[in-house]
């Protein structure tokens, strides 16, 4: 709270002593420091020209006050920085909005930021000052709906004629400046290990440190005694932060003989006192008479979550994890075979996808040109209203996913698996090589009356996956469909029991699917329906034959023709169960876990695809049909690998980095790529994790930890050693004073992205993982 200095009659007077009596019995403390705004310039980072204040974050800037060594000139303009605001603009926010937001949330950069021309008014305080206030936002951007008078900026130059010298700038954020007393105790639990403590502060003005008892202060030192009450106080003026994201709060910082920790004096004021336990110092406000020991016993049951989670919870298990949390929506599931890129996402309703996450220019594959659609395709089967009775893989590890509905009295039953069109599934797959997606539907009348089955069949060249509704999406129905415009499918008969439904790619005639069945088809409108007349207890049966390219070659057609479900079925289980039974199995009282671990390594091979034109080249990915190579994700893919003792397929995936090294580069400040692990060819995904270097130099290291292989080590060494003089080299370029820099980022690696978040910091994760 603040108040203002009045001239009063002694009524007035008698008032504000009540008022000031009743507010320090709230505990309130903080009173006017005697300032409308805090002068932040002391705070801005170092090393800047005359003309230039910069700060480590955005800060709300209201007014710049500017001194001249004479007189002010007559013309001045003010420049800030800017790259996303205002058109990205927290401070707008809720004040404590979604935590996954604010993680993703992008904010201007001390690198990528531009200086704008600001629109200002000025007002000559003295021959020599000049005060520089914003106009409304508006006059810079006249389209937004956003009309404030400050500008949220990393840093402000003032723009004057060259002969002007600059004496001073201060600045004034909207946050107001208070005054605030805090005591420290010490030897509050144990006594405290130091001999000395230095006060400073950030955002902060210390205006006095006052020995209480045990010690003596000769400035902003504080030197402690040997007496068994050690306390001393500190006054200060601070800021009251004008949003939770200003950036303005007051830090005070002490610093110990091997030690420093620091407090926030808003996190004082809402949740104080604070006990830092570990160095016995015990702070509160000066006006509050809490005593430690007080505070101890007023508190005897509250502690730390680790001492909570230890005591107070039982260990933890699947059941109880799986019970604790909300039912999770249902989500796609995805089949394929090993090694090729070719895969069938499954939609929870039972719709087919074929996605296209590769572009096929870049994969170079024999495939390229063969799509014939315009983005990722998807087959409709209106199920998303039937009532879901079950969706499940058969028994890990088989790539083979269920899914069983009911209506009224028909229960459908849906088998998807997939196969190679020319290939056994046990011989070894290319990237390029055509995948054939087969579906199976049996639809049973359970009811004691005959009803007609119906299965409609619709198609779009141009489609989308379903995304989770929790945000709205216009582009999805309420039942999780595509909003959107689909092919007309059109069917006719091969004469040997199945048909082909075709639709029409710009001109010309694609097949889409052969349906071997005895269901009648019917073209309704754009959609083909299948019908069959089921008496009780009665059974028919679609199978889908979804070839991912667009078949023309008689002996791909020859070979569709050939494929049968069952045999198929067989061949695929086989195959699943023989592969995956390679390497290390985990056995725990948790069949879930138990099963969870066996599918894995399926999904693994279906996720990696063997490089067609370098077939000992495995490219790694974490999302089937979503991702590209993420280096520090398939690092991780690859560990699990190596920890089941499947050395020479983690081997085939670390080959591709070392390809391809020093092909790609990294987004940050780097001075060059020559060495850097990251790009895979075309496949690779993620320019801003710049830890994918440092994450895949461990991989190599940990391989040959693994298999103690030092022919291979000795193979790749210098391609390692290249690896880490890239990151020698790029350290040196901050082994050096740099501008606006306090020096703390000396010898780590230069600015850059941070996975999904591309703003450019040192960041900690980089550099430690580097």
């Not at 009524?11 to 504000?16: D, E, G, T």
């Not at 005591?311 to 599931?333: C, D, F, I, T, W």
């Not at 670390?654 to 990251?678: E, M, P, S």
């Amino acid at each position: 709270m603040r108040l203002k200095k009045l001239n009063v009659n002694a009524r007035a007077v008698a008032f504000l002593a009540a008022l000031t009596l009743i507010l320090i019995s709230m505990e309130v403390v903080e009173v006017t420091a005697g300032l409308e705004r805090m002068d932040i310039r002391p705070f801005a980072l170092p090393n800047t020209p005359a003309n230039e204040v910069r700060f480590e974050d955005p800060r709300d800037i209201e007014r710049v006050v500017v001194s001249f060594a004479g007189s002010a000139p007559n013309e001045l303009g003010l420049s800030y920085l800017r790259k996303l605001w205002p058109q990205m603009r927290i401070e707008a926010r809720e004040p404590r909005f979604s935590v996954q937001a604010m993680g993703w949330w992008p904010i201007d950069d001390w690198f990528n930021s531009k200086w704008h021309p600001a629109a200002i008014n000025t007002r000559r305080l003295e021959d020599g000052k000049v005060e520089i206030t914003f106009k409304g936002l508006k006059a810079e951007f006249p389209d937004l709906d956003y009309d404030v008078a400050f500008r949220r900026t990393l840093g402000i130059k003032v723009e004057c004629p060259e002969d002007s010298v600059i004496q001073k700038i201060e600045v004034y954020t909207r946050s107001v400046a208070v005054s605030t007393s805090i005591r420290v105790t010490l030897d509050a639990g144990k006594r405290t290990p130091s001999k000395k403590f230095v006060v400073s502060g950030y955002n902060v003005q210390i205006t006095g440190v006052i020995p209480e008892s045990g010690v003596d202060v000769q400035g902003d030192t504080v030197n402690l005694g040997d007496g068994e009450y050690r306390a001393f106080r500190v006054d200060l003026v601070h800021m009251k932060p004008s949003h939770l994201y200003a950036y303005d709060e007051g830090l005070v910082s002490f610093e110990m003989d091997d030690d420093m920790f620091t407090i926030s004096l808003e996190s004082l004021r809402e949740e104080g006192p604070i006990w830092f336990e570990e160095v016995g110092a015990y702070i509160t406000h000066a006006e509050d008479p809490t005593t430690f020991d007080q505070y101890r016993k007023r508190n005897p049951d509250k502690q730390c979550y680790n001492k909570m989670v230890l005591e107070r919870e039982k260990e933890q298990s699947l059941g109880g994890a799986m019970n604790g949390q909300p039912r999770p929506h249902p989500v796609a599931y995805s089949v394929g075979c090993k090694n090729a890129w070719q895969r069938f996402w499954i939609e929870p309703n039972g719709d087919i996808v074929l996605t296209r996450c590769h572009d096929p220019a870049v994969l170079k594959g024999k495939d390229a040109g063969r799509y014939k659609t315009d983005g990722h395709s998807r087959f409709f089967f209106g199920l998303e209203k039937w009532i879901s009775t079950g969706r499940y893989p058969d028994p890990a590890p088989v790539l083979v996913y269920n899914i069983h509905k009911m209506r009224e009295s028909i229960v459908l039953e849906q088998k998807i698996l997939a196969v190679p069109l020319l290939k056994k599934i046990s011989e070894q797959l290319l990237g390029d090589d055509t995948i054939i997606g087969l579906v199976r539907f049996r639809l049973t009348n359970n009811g004691n009356e005959s009803v007609v089955a119906e299965l409609p069949i619709s198609y779009a060249n141009n489609s989308k996956r379903s995304r989770n509704r929790l945000p709205l999406r216009p582009d999805m129905t309420d039942d999780l469909i595509p909003v959107g415009p689909r092919d007309r499918l059109t069917f006719s008969d091969m004469g040997n029991g199945e048909i082909k439904l075709v639709s029409n790619w710009h001109g010309e005639d694609v097949l889409r699917c052969v349906v071997r069945t005895a269901m009648e088809p019917v073209q309704e409108g754009d959609n083909v329906v299948l019908r069959c007349q089921l008496g009780p207890g009665e059974s028919c049966e679609a199978v889908l034959k979804i070839p991912y390219i667009a078949l023309e070659k008689p002996e791909e057609l020859d070979a569709l023709a050939r494929l049968d479900f069952e045999a198929s079925y067989k061949e695929v289980a086989e195959f699943w169960r023989n592969e995956c039974s390679k390497g290390a199995e985990v056995f725990t009282p948790e069949p879930n876990l138990n099963a969870l671990y066996k599918s894995h390594l399926a999904h693994v091979h279906v996720t990696d695809f063997r490089v067609p034109a370098e077939p000992e080249l495995i490219n790694t990915s974490v999302g089937t049909s979503t991702y590209r190579n993420y280096s520090n994700e398939s690092c991780m893919i690859i560990q699990e690998l190596e920890e089941r003792g499947l050395h020479e397929e983690a081997r085939a995936r670390l080959a591709i980095w070392l390809r391809y090294q020093g092909t790609k580069a990294l987004l940050g400040n780097f001075t060059d790529y020559d060495g850097v692990f990251y790009g895979c060819g075309g496949y690779e995904g993620g320019d801003a994790y710049d830890q994918h270097h440092g994450w895949v130099l461990w991989c190599l290291a940990e391989h040959y930890f693994f298999t103690k292989d030092a022919d291979w080590y000795r193979s790749i060494a210098d391609k390692v050693i290249k690896g880490v003089d890239w990151v020698a080299r790029q350290r040196k370029t901050t082994k050096v004073e740099l501008p606006h820099s306090r020096g703390w980022e000396y010898g780590w690696l230069p600015a850059g992205g941070l996975e999904d978040v591309d703003d450019y910091f040192y960041w900690l994760s980089t550099n430690a993982l580097t």
